[in-house]
């Protein structure tokens, strides 16, 4: 396998006096893109070697003693079992080298907490298990999911090699675009369980907890496309809320606001999932079953599939299944109530801001109808408008 | 039952064991309570460990092969629970029962009846929680940290698994108090406190731990309780909590707790390298003392475990320091070793084999510990892999080690007969060897930024899975050698001296092997 | 140190077992209670937990009444009940620590006080919330509600239970003294005064009930405020039935002056649950 041949390289590399964590490959802490990610970084290093240096002292004392004093080596003990003065130094001399960590630490830390004058501020809520951003300078708000082929690929039992994709599970439907040499403010908080969005090349992690807002900021300095992962476990789709930031020229960035400012600043409840987003949006007149059933399937994978699996079977005992619920198939309002307000205490959230009237109307629709379900009526887009 | 008389004051268990199966459920000796408990760590030390590799297995490559995400979560949860609560606990409380009152020329715990209640809790309170894993939903998967508002999210299973909890912790506390009792109150004549081997006094800062900590741990698993069941809002924000209190609560009780896993080791080494050095323990006072500050600190740095959840500067600057602070202790505690190792006359039998490695590998876990102290590169660290390198190297050749040394260190004593040199020798170098391959390369895919806790990660991280999971069944297969070894020695075997090791030292070697049901029927002379 | 010459062992015991039974009954019923089960199997486990203890401690009187224990043993028993009591403080300090962190720091920071993102926390989440002790939350969970104030049944209360421990503290007295009857007189007074503390806590709950709309889902406030004086009514309960068995076994001519652990014990129960009350007092009543 490869890692033998890396390993070679590595021994190679030593020899020759290169880099040897190069040779390693993926072994390191990311430098960054970031004034703070480098600082970080430096620090990384610094109390790194610390590390080793000790290690590589107390391990050298002792293991001479292992070869040196040994009985088979016709060692005799001596007897001597306390000494004040060396007690002393291995006390006082640890807590010097503590110091000279600590100063630059402080130094670095003091640096990430200052966020204050910031250009663009961008608030972050994590979803169970998506992002929302929100450019809170201009109003562009959107979801950011795990890229479809993706997700479909990483189901058990999917059959696809997932080595086939560059990014695998770094993909997302709609990066989050930022732009470089601004100083960009991060508003975390989360709708449902505490996230925490990390991007290490910016070296920004921070909590998303429900019902509170945490700050951090970041200062890209260089274009390109940056990879992270929400960091905090979240449930079962965890590991599949990955984010990806979009670095471009403050020019394009501006022009990307420009160009999505005018439909998404509008609405309170404007916001929507990836599906459907240039179709008919009218939620004025009478929809038919098909048309609903065929905008609904999209909705359904992007937004419920997650948990109530593509299949509508859901998971035993965790999600319960959409084919044959009582709460789909029974009235209509305790359905529509269940997804636009939620279950409290449940990972059920509220969808009302997440699905524009269409949207939702459809999956409720869908639901009814699809995975041997028969209902046979449909949810009408007004009745939701009605509900906002 | 026996009306209770002065007459059975004095009898027959004063002679030997009682007869039959019953003799297990109903002992009040610390022998067989001892060996209950070391056998009971030994079959959950497999289940965790069987969890483990259920972790790794599905780890070995990306993509998701064998299991739900939801499942893979319930792993790493039990897993937790089961190799903290339901493998090292019992196993250092297992040998706090065999050898603290031997070593104090005391004739049993203090109290007897009490101890065998602390045991018996155990089995029911596992079982309790394992059988969350047959239920609808499965068990719990919010993680052993139980944050909320996640882990109310929980199925049926939050009910029985905070119960278990609450299970476990009463038998920790009343076992702990035995053994404060025991320590203060059993002690030989003339076995004054600064006499005491270091594993009884780093049990009894270890059991003043535990009956501190533990009904914090109740307490906030109480909160949860009825956070999700009665309405409470102690941590959600809409009526004026905060999930983030949880994790405080929580980790108040948590940072106290990796001490609760390490001190009783930290004692078992102090007693194995003076034994195998031929040479008094260096620095004894010093060790007391570092194990009090140990101990002291770890009250004041919990929140290094929270340094992303957004605290005021001040905290985490605090929390920073403070942290750092315990490596000066815990740096005496390793020189104190070394001290005791230089000059001596030393040789390897697979108890020292097991106190150097742990030497070794521990340090290792402890300057990576340092690193993760320093809050800005913690930031980094934390969530990753690197902090689950962190503490498998603490915890693994940290305290499993130290058990595994202190079974074959003590295990002629108990059994009467030698264990097998050769195959206890052949377990240390198989585990240590695939233990690093097992833990090393976490250290390289947690800094690359693959975080903890996901079923299926990015290609980036594949090759070093892989080397990890193939580590991960090395060690596992290897401890069924241990179990070889530990039930051949049980069988019999070459017959023990009293004295066992060549420069031992300590009441435990001046009693026959096996030692007596009842060691001291009077108290011992103490020099 | 004591420095027994011959040691005591007690000889094997069955009620362990069956208190581990019981408590898995005991919690496991509790669970699937909770989860929409019956309560059968609670109540079966709390009954054999009952049983359990009456026969346990049973056996341990009459040992100890017989004289079978050695100083030694008494010494034990005291301080694995010292410890008890330390681990109880301990968890009463989790429900403190949860009153003392919404207070101080989640409270401010929801109406936007203090450093990093409260001020935001506050403008975008929960714009308009300002904080005052008590609070339900910004949310206000639970709806209207009225403050449990100190004065009126908190005061008579702490008065009630101050003025238990005076007389605790007088039959201690009389034991030593080796006067059993004065004693149990005065036991008595301090069984009775622990009940009408108890009842009077009930008392006061129905008041926050049906005319404060003060209750547990009453935002943080209704949770510290039922948790802490819930857990410590608990204790009283437990406490005042642990002295009415010191007492009742006062009548049958237990105890002696200078062999009398389990009033001890109790009495040093009971203090304890006195200090808390005097903490929750302060402060879940007065600041
Ligand atoms: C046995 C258990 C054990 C032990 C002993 C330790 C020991 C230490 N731990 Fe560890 N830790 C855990 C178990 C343990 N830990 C667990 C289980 C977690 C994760 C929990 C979870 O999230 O699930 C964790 C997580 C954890 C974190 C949080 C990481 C994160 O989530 O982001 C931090 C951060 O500060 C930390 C720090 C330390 C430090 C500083 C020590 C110190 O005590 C180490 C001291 C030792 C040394 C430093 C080495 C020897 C000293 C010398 C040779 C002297 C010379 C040294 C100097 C001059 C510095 N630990
Ligand atoms: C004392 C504590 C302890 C011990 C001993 C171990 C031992 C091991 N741990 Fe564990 N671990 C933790 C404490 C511990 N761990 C904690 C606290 C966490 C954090 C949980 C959380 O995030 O909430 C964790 C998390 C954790 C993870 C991360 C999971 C995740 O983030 O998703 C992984 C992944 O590799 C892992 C692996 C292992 C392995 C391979 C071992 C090996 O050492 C195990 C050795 C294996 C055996 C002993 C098995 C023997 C079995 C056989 C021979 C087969 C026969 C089987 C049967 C008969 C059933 N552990
Ligand atoms: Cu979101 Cu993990
Ligand atoms: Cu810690």
Redesign the pocket.
Known sequence: MLFVLRWLGVVSAALAGQNAFAALGDVNMTVGVTPISQEVYGLHMLIFW??CV??AL?FAVMFYSIFKHRKSKGAKAADFHESTMVEIV?TA???I??VA?AIPAARTLIAMEDTSNADVTVKVTGYQWKWHYEYLDSGVSFFSSLDAEHAAARQVGSGVDVSQFEHYLKEVDNPLVLPVGKKVRFLHTASDVIHSWWVPDLAVKKDAIPGFINENWALIEQEGVYRGKCAELCGRDHGFMPIVVNAVSEEEFDAWIAERAPVETMADAGAQTVAATTEDDDADREWALEELMARGEPVYAAACAACHQANGQGVPGAFPAIAGSAVVTGPVDAHIKTVYVGVAGSAMGSFANQLNDVDMAAVLTYQRNAFGNTVGDTIQPAAIKALR | MSTATAEHHDHDDHHGPAKGWTRWLYTTNHKDIGTLYLLFSLVMFFIGGGMALIIRAELFQPGLQMVDPLFFNSMTTMH?LVM?FGV?MPAFVGLANWMIPMMIGGPDMALPRLNNWSFWIMPFAFLLLLSTLFMEGGGPAG???LYAPLSLQGGDNLAFVIFAIHFMGISSVMGSINIVATIFNMRAPGMTLMKMPLFVWTWLITAYLLIAVIPVLAGAVTMLLTDRYFGTSFFSAAGGGDPVMFQHIFWFF??P???I??LP?FGIISSIIPTFARKPLFGYASMVYATAS?AFL?FI?WA?????VGMPLAGEMF??FA??M???P??????NWIATMWRGSMTFETPMLFAIGFLVM??????????????PA??Q????Y???A???Y??VP??IYSIMAATYYWMPKWTGNMYDEKWGKIHFWVSTVFLNVLFFPMHFVGLAGMP?RIPDYSMQFADWNAVATIGAFGFGFSQLIFVYVVLKCMKGGEKATTEVWEGADGLEWTVPSPAPYHTFETPPPIR | MSSPSTYYIPHEAKWPIVGSIALFAFFAGFAFLLNGGGWIIMALGAALLIYMMVRWFGDVITESENGTYSPQVDVSFRMAMMWFIFSEVMFFGAFFGALFYARVFSGPWLSGLGEGGAAATNAVLWSGFDYVWPTNGPAALGGEYAKMGWFGLPVINTLILLTSGVTCTIAHHAIKEGNRQKMVRWLLATVVLGFLFVGLQALEYWEAYSHLNLKLTTGIYGSTFFMLTGFHGFHVTMGAIILLVVMLRGTRKHFSATNHFAFEAAAWYWHFVDVVWLGLFIFVYIL
């Open positions: 610390i590390c000790i290690g107390v291995w001399v640890p807590l080298i503590l960590m | 937790a903290i090292v993680g052993w940290t948590g940072h707790e990796v001490y896993l390490i080791a140990i770890s740095v290094h475990h929270m340094f992303t929390f920073m942290t750092m315990i490596s000066v815990t740096g005496v505690k390793v020189f521990f340090t290792i876990g402890g300057l990576s510990g340092l690193m993760l102290a320093i809050t913690d930031i660290y934390h969530d990753t690197f902090v689950v962190h503490f498998h603490v915890l940290g305290a903890r």
